[in-house]
């Protein structure tokens, strides 16, 4: 299975992917964590990319795809994955769905969509700031996080939905009710698309 997650910032895209990563036997790979640990190692690329992750702006698309990519085709090969923040943009779908067009191993299986309005974003990101949480998590910069995700990230809603992959689930629930909703419609997504991994029962 190949899942990707399109929700906003503090919608609970890593707690589900953790969740969805478990059940499906597939890698979860989110390209905030991936960015985090770059710039804790100090590496080339993390001193690339601090400034924009700080500010609350997108990293240049070449350099998260190098980060995201390639890791995705090696999980794809394994048994799948869940892409947590990945796409964020238009030209990064594009990449995405270029890669997924090589080979069947590579098909995208389904687009998860966490909806949750804009106040109850805020109050999670500010709540996780306040439990001693990252450094984007300021007021300042979870609003700008917010318009980002606006004006960049959910016009992908539209190109998922016109493919046929989009599932929007409703994320203001409790967390255990969300994961529920989110096995029952992928489930039956694995039913359709990969009877013979259906026989075995989800974990
Ligand atoms: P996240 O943990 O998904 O909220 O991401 C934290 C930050 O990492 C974002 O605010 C961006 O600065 C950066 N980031 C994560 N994923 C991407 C992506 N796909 N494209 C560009 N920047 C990203």
Do not use: W
Not at 7 to 13: L, M, Q, R
Not at 136 to 159: G, K
């Amino acid at each position: 299975m190949n899942i990707l997650m399109v929700a906003p910032p503090g919608a609970g895209k890593g707690t589900q992917a953790t969740r969805l990563a478990e059940r499906y036997g597939i890698e979860h790979l989110a390209s905030g964590d991936l960015l985090r640990h770059e710039l804790a190692a100090g590496t080339t690329l993390g001193a690339a990319a601090k400034d924009y992750v700080e500010r609350g702006d997108l990293v240049p698309d070449d350099l998260v795809m190098r980060l995201v990519l390639d890791r995705a085709l090696v999980a794809a090969k394994h048994g799948g994955y869940v892409l947590d923040g990945f796409p964020r943009n238009r030209q990064q779908a594009e990449a995405a769905y270029a890669m997924t067009g090589q080979d069947e191993d590579l098909t995208l299986d389904a687009v998860v969509h966490l909806a949750v309005a804009r106040d109850e974003l805020r109050r999670r990101m500010l709540a996780r700031a306040s439990a001693g949480g990252r450094s984007d998590d300021q007021a300042a910069v979870i609003d700008h996080r917010l318009e980002v995700y606006d004006c960049q990230t959910e016009p992908l809603l539209d190109y998922y939905r016109d493919r046929g992959l989009l599932l929007t689930v409703d994320g203001e629930r409790p967390i255990d009710e969300v994961t529920e909703g989110l096995f029952d419609v992928l489930d039956g997504v694995r039913a359709a698309r990969h009877p013979a991994d259906s026989r075995h029962p989800a974990r």
